[in-house]
């Protein structure tokens, strides 16, 4: 029985790279703050955000193999769900472990200033857009793959932007945002 593969090129599966390497930043960027506050959140951070990685590495081999051999490696493609989802719960579970320890007023404070305003409206639009895309667009068509290919490498390029921006140690320190936040409390 022939099977139908997906419409994948090589240059499209070498693009796929990209926002799974932004996503990695993304994860090591934050990890390295949790670990300032709650050394198990971030231990379980790392773990949960490698799982994801590693899924998400499989998915652009799973590509590179259709586009060379056009042999599909159903396993590559299909634990990319598992693994994605399995790595999600596994980050949020360390932010939930995690959440008393974390500044979320001075995290608020950074993501609500531009820049990073603005890189989180680009990441809504571009995640409503990759939702629609799911369910109207022809996953099997190149030229779907690559619409969805560059909005998720745009969605996830504004993510590691802002999450560098917001975990920079800059000179105002997690301090003086807590001053900033009484200051505003008390107005």
């Known amino acids: ?13 070498i ?10 930043f993304t994860t090591i960027l934050i990890a390295k703050k949790l670990i300032k506050v709650h050394i198990f959140g971030s231990i379980l951070f790392y773990f949960g955000s490698i799982i994801s990685f590693i899924g998400g590495i499989l998915q652009v ?13 159903k396993i590559f493609h299909t634990q990319f769900k598992f693994s994605l989802s399995g790595g999600f719960i596994i980050m949020i579970l360390s932010i939930i472990i995690s959440h008393s320890k974390i500044n979320w007023k001075a995290t608020k404070i950074k993501l609500l200033k531009i820049p990073c305003i603005i890189f989180i409206i680009i990441i809504i639009l571009c995640f409503i857009s990759l939702l629609i895309f799911m ?12 619409i969805e290919e560059c909005s998720n490498i745009i969605m996830q390029g504004s993510v590691f932007l802002c999450t560098l921006i917001a975990t920079k140690n800059n000179k105002v320190d997690n301090q003086d945002f807590d001053k900033e936040c009484d200051k505003n409390q008390t107005v």
């Open 1 to 13: 029985m022939n099977e139908t593969l997906p419409d994948v090129s090589l240059m499209l599966s």
């Open 61 to 73: 081999i799973w590509k590179l193999v259709i586009a060379i051999q056009s042999k599909n490696i």
């Open 135 to 146: 369910f109207k667009l022809d996953s099997n068509k190149s030229s779907t793959n690559w």
């Open 15 to 24: 693009v796929d790279t990209i926002p799974v390497i932004f996503f990695f």
